[in-house]
């Protein structure tokens, strides 16, 4: 009698909307800066060997509790409800984060691409005004409750896919024997290496954002296998396209700008070249936008109705049956600090405290797989990666790569402003939220 | 005789009728709802032209599951327990699109507060 469900593919496309974005060849570009020219390629790939073993961690707990939880239940079994409520409200901090950087470079990705088309008009309107339509565009798209259909989403990323990976393939083949001269002789970075390894955790964030779909699915293996599938996908396309972008166009160049993709395109193939990646970038951000706002609205909305946060973030809206509230004050804040990356240009702030609180949380996810094994040994795993090394091997090398970080020539913001969410986040979850649960708790029911 | 879970929905759907918003958000929302006990009976709430009935058992293809022992769908439905932290306890899962899930809290948090 059971409906049909999402099949592997939509889960993928979902999956791979998510992490797809205009930002992240920005930090691609980043990590190059860092890992020195080609070798980025390496990195990329190195970053998704060890996203893959973070990706099969989570599909050992997506195939354990498929009860459309997601990462806060898995984190509040292996530590209970105080971690759990940190580590969600890191990830509201992550998805403003995400979304600063985003808004910010998809409005200078719609400058540039005015300008290229020549198009008068467009290519004079300030970049907070994109910012501020683009946001304002999402925000009722989702206060609508307007919801990008399993088939539009899946036609919709494997086109981008498909149209990153021939780009990459036409530059590559089309390189000169100068560009290949210019970057197989460029040394081993060493510690950049680490350094761009850790850049490139921004390309993978948001693949794991399936895992509470899991009760949607056809069957309860589509997620665990979605997730690795995914991240095989994305280093490919992301190692493809910034190699190409590497390859064919002078790094500083390319770093001195917050679109290389779109310089790339300009450099390499010309005005039509710049359209097909103008494309490709706007379907990155729309399928990055489509699930993120409204994905952490509804963190908001699910921990008001639980009584952590304020009980008004809950209301709903009776005609569209959205989270209204929650999806105000979720626009209010990245307006504010999209306002505030878009005045000052520094966009790598935002993309490294993104990949630094990502970096940590799955960390924290290889040592709650870990910690499960010992603690439920008896609960049922449909997947399962045998040996503990997967799990204690990404918890560490996530937690070097989160404090690597925290260094030059990361901004002394990224780990600043990474402690104090931090703590405000830790204090709110131990100090705060039991309080509002208490209240919550106190309101007899009408019955 | 009939179920405590049985009775507690009974009385959710009297309130449910009761209420003149919940009505009017009713419709056009036709649904089967299956109420799945995993220790114990289970039922559907049949929700047709704005009118919610309880019937014995899953009937029809379902657009929405909830699952849950009885003792928290009884929880649920009577307004003692919060559904959400039910839900994030993993104590209650809960099947269909999200739309439905909103509209679905939205009615528990019209009649429950």
Known sequence: MRKRGMGLATMVATSAGLALASSSYAAGIQAAGVASGLWVVLAILVGGIVTMATALNFSELAAMYPNAGGVQVYVRHAFGRGMSVTVTLLYVVLGWAGGSAESYIFAQALTYLARAGHVPVLSQVPPLAWVALTLAGFYVVNLFGVELAGMAQTVMTFSMIGLLIAVSIFAWTNASASDWHGVLTTPFPHWGFLMGIAYTVYMYVGFEWITPLSEDARDKRVVPRALPITVLILAVCYALFTGAMVLTVPLPDLAASPVPHMVFAQAFGGVPLVLIVGLISILATFTFFNGGMMGNSRLLYAMAREGILPKALSRVHLRFFTPWVALSVMFAVQFVLSTIVTLTGAYVVPILLAALIESFVYALIGLTVFILRRREPATDRPVRVRGSVLALGSFVVFLALGVSLMFPPSPPAVPLIFFVAGTACFLYAHFVAPRFEERASRVAPRT | ?113
């Open chain 2, 1 to 113: 005789m009939e179920s405590p879970l049985y009775l507690a929905l009974q009385e959710f759907t009297v309130k449910a009728q009761a209420d003149k918003t919940v009505v009017k958000m009713l419709r056009d929302w036709d649904r089967m709802i299956h109420i799945e006990s995993t220790d114990g009976d289970s039922f559907t709430l049949s929700v047709a032209d704005r009118r919610v009935t309880v019937l014995e058992g899953l009937h029809a293809e379902r657009d929405i599951a909830l699952v849950a022992p009885s003792a928290t769908l009884i929880g649920v439905f009577t307004g003692a327990l919060n559904p959400a932290r039910e839900f994030a306890a993993g104590q209650l899962k809960f099947v269909g699109s999200n739309k439905d899930e909103m509209k679905l809290d939205a009615i528990v948090q019209l009649i429950w507060g």
